[in-house]
C-alpha cells in the first residue's frame, strides 16, 4: 500500500518535471533566445570567454560542455548565495533556463526552423557604455615582456577640468586584454599627494611595492609596516575598474560620481605576462550626467591589511569593518582576495542592533571579481556598520595555492593576499563628504 502511495508521488512528479517543457526545444526557438541574454555577453568575439555562442553552428559542439556547466553553475559565473540580497545584475540561470537548456541537449540539440530564430542582439562595439564624452588613454605605451613578473605599474593622467564634472558611466578598456589582471582608475584631487613623485604620464612603480615584492622574492617575512606608511599606499576613491566579469561603473538616472576640478586620474596596472610580449595604453571612456545629479555616488570599502595565514591553514579568517558616518543608499559590493581567498560574507549591523546579511560569497573565485548590484533602494543610516568576514585556504588541499609552506601577508601580487570589502553608496549630492571619506581610511586588525 505504502509502496505503491511512493511510486505514485514519484511518477507524478516526474511527469510535472517533464511537463514544465512542453515539448523538445529547438535552437531557433528557444535556445537562441537564451544565448543571447545569458551567455553572449561574455561569448562573443573580443570579449573574455574562449568561444563564440553567437550561432548554431558555434553552440552545437559545446552541447555536452554546456549541460555540465549548467548543471555544475559553473556558467554562468555568478557567486552570491541567493538565499540572501537581490541584485539587479544576478546572472544565475532560472530552473526553466537550465530545464530548457537540458531538454535541449537531451533531446538531441536539434536546430529546429530557422523562421523563429529572434533578431540578433545588437551590441555597441568598442565601448560598453556608448560612445563616450571623452576618452582619456596612456600617453605611453607600458611593455610587457612575455614572461616574468610586472610589479603594479601606475599612470597619473591629468584630466584637465577646470570645473568640477559629475560622471555617470565610466569604463576603462585596456589593449592588452591577455596580459591584463585588472586595472583600476582612481581618483587624486588637488592637495592630495598619493605618488606625488610620478610624473604625469609616465608610467611609474613606486618603491614601497617593488620592495614588498622583493621582500617576498627573499622568503623575508614582510616586515610589519606601520599603519601610517600603509594608509599612505591605499589611495582614496575609486572610478571605474576592469577586471573578469566586472560591469563598467554605471549610475542610475540622478546619481553620478564627482570629479573635481584639477583632479588626476591615476591608473593601477596589474599586468599578468603571458608568454608573448605586448605593449599597452589603456583607455578610460567617461559619459557625464546631462545635468547635477541629486545623488552622489563614492566607493567605500572595509579592508584589513594585517593578514597573517599561517602555512597550511585551510581555513583562516579574517575581518574587516566600516561605519557608515551619514545615511545612504547601498549600490552595489565587490569582495577582493586572491589566490586562497575562500569565502566572503558582508553582513550590515544596523544602529538598532539588527543584523542583515547583504552578501555571502561562500566560493569565491579569484578569476571572476564580480560586483553585485543591489536591486532594492538598501537604506544604510548613520551608525550602520558593515562588517565583513572571510576565509583563506593556504592548505595543500586547495588547487589554486601557490604555495602552502609560506605565511601568507597582505601584498599586491596573487601569491600575497588582500582583503577588500569594496562597496559603493550614494548620498545627497549637496552634503559634505569628507567624514565618509575618513572612515573609509579606517583600516581593521
Ligand atoms: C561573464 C562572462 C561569461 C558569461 C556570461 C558566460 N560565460 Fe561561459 N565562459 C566564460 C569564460 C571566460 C570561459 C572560459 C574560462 C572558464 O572556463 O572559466 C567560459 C567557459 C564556458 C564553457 C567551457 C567550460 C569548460 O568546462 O571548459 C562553457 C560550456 C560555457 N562557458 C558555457 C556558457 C553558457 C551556456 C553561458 C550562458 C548560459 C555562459 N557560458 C555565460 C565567460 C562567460
Not at 584630466?159 to 578598456?173: C, L, S
Not at 571605474?240 to 553620478?256: D, H, I, M, Q, S
Not at 547601498?330 to 569565502?343: Q, Y
Request: proline share 9%; hydrophobic share 35%.
Amino acid at each position: 500500500m505504502k509502496l505503491s502511495l511512493i511510486a505514485l508521488t514519484l511518477s507524478g512528479s516526474i511527469a510535472a518535471t517533464a511537463g514544465s517543457v512542453s515539448s523538445v526545444p529547438t535552437y531557433y526557438k528557444d535556445i537562441a533566445p537564451l544565448m543571447q541574454n545569458r551567455c553572449q555577453e561574455c561569448h562573443r568575439s573580443g570579449e573574455v570567454a574562449p568561444m563564440s555562442f553567437m550561432s548554431y553552428d558555434q553552440v552545437r559542439p559545446w552541447a555536452k560542455a554546456i549541460k555540465n556547466a549548467v548543471l555544475t553553475k559553473k556558467m554562468p559565473p555568478w557567486f552570491a548565495d541567493p538565499h540572501f540580497g537581490k541584485f539587479s545584475n544576478d546572472r544565475s540561470l532560472s530552473q526553466h533556463e537550465i530545464d530548457t537548456l537540458i531538454a535541449w541537449i537531451d533531446g538531441g540539440a536539434k536546430e529546429g526552423d530557422k523562421k523563429d530564430a529572434p533578431q540578433p542582439r545588437q551590441f555597441a562595439e568598442g565601448w560598453q557604455i556608448g560612445q563616450p564624452d571623452l576618452v582619456l588613454q596612456m600617453p605611453i605605451a607600458v611593455d610587457i615582456p612575455a614572461t616574468g613578473v610586472v610589479d603594479y605599474t601606475y599612470v597619473v593622467i591629468p584630466t584637465g577640468f577646470t570645473e568640477d564634472k559629475w560622471v555617470q558611466f565610466a569604463e576603462a578598456r585596456p589593449d592588452a586584454r591577455s596580459a591584463m589582471h585588472h586595472v583600476i582608475a582612481f581618483l587624486r584631487p588637488p592637495g592630495n599627494h598619493w605618488l606625488k613623485d610620478a610624473k604625469p604620464g609616465v608610467p611609474f612603480i613606486p618603491e614601497h611595492w617593488g620592495g614588498a615584492r622583493d621582500q617576498a622574492k627573499q622568503d623575508k617575512p614582510a616586515g610589519q609596516a606601520s599603519k601610517a606608511s600603509l594608509e599612505d599606499q591605499l589611495p582614496g576613491e575609486l572610478l571605474v575598474g576592469f577586471a573578469p566579469g566586472l560591469p563598467p561603473t554605471e549610475c542610475k538616472p540622478g546619481e553620478a560620481k564627482l570629479v573635481k576640478a584639477g583632479s588626476d586620474i591615476i591608473l593601477q596596472l596589474h599586468y599578468t605576462p603571458n608568454g608573448k610580449a605586448t605593449t599597452d595604453r589603456s583607455r578610460i571612456g567617461l559619459i557625464f550626467a546631462k545635468e547635477p545629479p541629486q545623488r552622489r555616488v563614492m566607493t567605500m570599502n572595509a579592508i584589513n591589511v594585517f593578514l597573517r595565514i599561517p602555512p597550511g591553514n585551510g581555513n583562516y579568517e579574517a575581518h574587516a569593518q566600516a561605519t557608515i558616518p551619514q545615511d545612504v543608499t547601498l549600490v552595489n559590493m565587490m569582495p577582493h582576495m586572491h589566490l586562497r581567498g575562500k569565502d566572503f560574507l558582508y553582513t550590515a549591523v544596523y544602529p538598532t542592533g539588527e543584523k542583515q546579511v547583504l552578501l555571502n560569497v561562500p566560493h569565491f573565485d579569484f578569476n571572476w571579481q564580480l560586483a553585485y548590484v543591489e536591486d532594492q533602494e538598501l537604506l544604510l543610516p548613520k551608525g550602520t556598520r558593515i562588517e565583513c568576514v572571510a576565509h583563506y585556504d593556504n592548505s595543500p588541499n586547495n588547487p589554486a595555492n601557490p604555495d602552502a609552506t609560506k605565511e601568507v601577508r597582505w601584498g599586491d601580487q596573487t601569491w600575497e593576499e588582500m582583503m577588500i570589502g569594496w562597496f559603493d553608496v550614494s548620498f545627497d549630492a549637496k552634503t559634505d563628504p569628507t567624514q565618509l571619506r575618513q572612515h573609509q581610511r579606517d583600516r581593521s586588525e
